[in-house]
């Protein structure tokens, strides 16, 4: 890429070490494929413990540590360590293998809807996504699962977490409108967990609102990413959106098409513009 004349420049944040002005005025036009990198967080009794650790501060140091590069603060590590994993998507079962190859004493998984089927139920036909319970390489090389579950707060001494309190959940019937099911408390159903590390994995919320897209006003839409037209250009012209950054959470695939598919607007519309 770099012999096709891409320039790249890292440890660059921009609306700091370059400011949106100077972008808007050395550029033609802007693509914003910056991800969707805020993560859910939990907003329960405890939640300022320390040992809780939202999950891509724990997998991001692992890389670094696998690559020998330095990194600001002490490790985390899983080492002699009851670790709860709380969220059971691809994230979480990042965490749940990076836990056991550390060496942690314990790894139980924690998820807030109910066990999956083993198979497709009638109302999930194909080609829809299926439903299905799925098992990583991660969950063989060992944690407990347990499905149904919230997490009610966490307590512990001197700052330091040590346990995880929680209640198990029963849900009705999926709602045909909304296609959501009610969640309800089992009244008796409370637990409590030994926790030594938590890693919260609940998925993400949307790009981060940094100084690019606060400064330059750009709309976002309901579910917090950004917003852009069939030409995945937002409301700024110029400023085009592409990946995660525009259609939320998803798979790598989708952020490769969505680049390409960004490109080809862009292209078009300067092409237009030059010829006009």
């Keep these: 890429m770099e012999d096709e004349g891409v320039i790249f420049k890292t440890n660059t944040e921009i609306g700091k070490d370059i400011l949106v002005s100077e972008l808007l005025d050395n550029f033609d036009a802007i693509v914003l494929a910056g991800g969707a ?31 020998g590069q330095n990194f600001n603060g002490s490790q985390i590590d899983a080492k002699g360590k009851n670790v709860i994993v709380i969220g059971g998507g691809d994230t979480g079962s990042d965490c749940i293998g990076t836990a056991n190859r550390q060496g942690a004493k314990s790894v139980i998984n924690l998820e807030l809807l109910s066990q999956p089927p083993s198979e497709r139920n009638p109302d999930n036909p194909w080609p829809q996504w299926a439903f299905i319970e799925r098992k990583s390489t991660s969950h063989e090389e060992g944690c407990e699962r347990k499905f149904s579950v919230m997490t009610k707060k966490f307590t512990g001494q001197n700052n330091k977490v040590e346990k995880l309190h929680g209640i198990e959940l029963k849900f009705g019937e999926k709602n045909p409108v909304t296609g959501m099911r009610s969640m309800n408390e089992i009244p008796g159903s409370e637990f409590t967990l030994d926790a ?41 012209p110029g400023i085009f959106a592409a990946g995660d950054m525009r259609r939320g959470q998803s798979l790598v695939v989708w952020a490769i098409n969505e680049g390409r598919e960004a490109a080809k607007m862009l292209l078009n519309i300067l092409q237009f513009n030059q010829r006009i």
């Design 37 to 67: 990198e805020k993560p859910r967080d939990i907003n329960v009794e405890g939640r300022n413990l320390n040992g809780i650790y939202f999950a891509m501060e724990y997998l991001s140091q692992q890389s670094r540590v696998n690559l």
């Design 196 to 236: 030594d590390l938590v890693l919260l994995a609940m998925g993400f919320t949307g790009p981060v609102k940094n100084n690019l897209i606060n400064e330059l006003d750009i709309e976002l839409d309901q579910r917090g990413n950004v917003q852009t037209d069939d030409n995945k250009m937002t409301n700024i």
